[in-house]
């Protein structure tokens, strides 16, 4: 497999061993080393030769002056999925947040103990009873530092906005998860 190009080869063991050597010996060294018929390498040589041309073998890495930028990146993966044939160049909103953790509605009101247990979290938003950002949300939604969350509880409703979004808070530091706007 040629990693950079996406390309999946199934080789003999002479164009394996060919290909451990192409970069670093001439055909002649490549000859004098293998003890398969030189006709076989020779093939196998200009077979491998030909899929460097096409830019299937031996690829250049387009990412790799990247890697140091992504490295220093302070990010969070929420999710890392790479098909083989696909590019990634790790920078993607799928793979990462932005330095933005985020979580499930109704675990986050959970956890910052505006609401005490996930289930009735829950079943205030089927009731329609969470909004967030001014509109109806589902427990699923995925909350983020910077949303406004209301609750309406009968007559009274409470607005906050997230702060911070973490997996786990004591009990006297879920106050400091979102500040209380109305």
């Given at each position: 497999m040629d990693v950079c190009s996406g390309a999946i080869h199934v080789v003999?063991?002479?164009?394996?061993?060919?290909?451990?050597?192409?970069?670093?010996?001439?055909?002649?060294?490549?000859?004098?080393?293998?003890?398969?018929?030189?006709?076989?390498?020779?093939e196998a040589y200009k077979e491998v030769t030909s899929l460097k041309e096409e830019g299937l073998l031996f690829t250049e890495d387009i990412y790799e002056d990247y890697i140091k930028e992504v490295k220093s990146r302070k990010t969070v993966v929420k999710a890392l999925c790479l098909h083989i044939a696909h590019d990634c160049n790790l920078a993607c909103r799928y793979c990462f947040t932005e330095s933005r953790f985020e979580m499930r509605l109704d675990k986050y009101l959970k956890v910052s103990r505006l609401i005490k247990r996930r289930t009735v979290a829950n079943e205030a938003c089927d009731a329609e009873?969470?909004?967030?950002?001014?509109?109806?949300?589902r427990a699923s939604y995925e909350v983020k530092e910077g949303?406004?969350?209301?609750?309406?509880?009968?007559v009274r409703t409470v607005t906050v906005e997230v702060l911070s979004v973490q997996e786990t808070v004591r009990q006297s530091d879920a106050a400091a998860l979102y500040r209380q706007i109305q």
């Open positions: 003999d063991d002479v164009t394996y061993d060919v290909i451990a050597l192409y970069e670093e010996k001439s055909l002649e060294e490549i000859e004098n080393e293998l003890s398969y018929s030189k006709e076989d390498i020779e009873k969470v909004s967030v950002n001014g509109k109806p949300a949303d406004q969350i209301t609750l309406r509880f009968g």
